[in-house]
Nanobody
Framework: QVRLVESGGGLVQPGGSLRLSCIFSGGTFSNYGIGWFRQAPGKERELVAS????????IYADSVKGRFTVSKDYTKNTGHLQMNSLEVEDTAIYYC???????????WGQGTQVTVSS
């Protein structure tokens, strides 16, 4: 069974940076795409960024383009979300998710809180 364990959240000032990590186990990492979602209080969960299982193509929400970078480290079976120029509006619980090749996201991490505040 695939398992995802997240880390890296915290409190940061506007303009600061954080890097989230998502350790993958229980499957063949190269067969899975990784997605990063977030949910702010009172809002629906939204897809922030994703990286495909095959050629590593990436997709970003318009609100984070140019500030966030999603990646996969195949040597450590870990996905990363580098977040720069953070804004107060980025405050949310961030979740990583995995999907087998082109299927739906079925596996989820526990979530990590990101708070951007001065």
């Amino acid at each position: 069974q695939v398992r995802l364990v997240e880390s890296g959240g915290g409190l940061v000032q506007p303009g600061g940076s954080l890097r989230l990590s998502c350790i993958f186990s229980g499957g063949t990492f190269s067969n899975y795409g990784i997605g990063w979602f977030r949910q702010a209080p009172g809002k629906e969960r939204e897809l922030v960024a994703s990286i495909s299982w095959s050629i590593g193509s990436t997709i970003y929400a318009d609100s984070v383009k140019g500030r966030f970078t999603v990646s996969k480290d195949y040597t450590k079976n870990t996905g990363h979300l580098q977040m720069n120029s953070l804004e107060v509006e980025d405050t949310a619980i961030y979740y990583c998710a995995a999907r087998f090749q082109g299927s739906a996201y079925r596996f989820w991490g526990q979530g990590t809180q990101v708070t951007v505040s001065s």
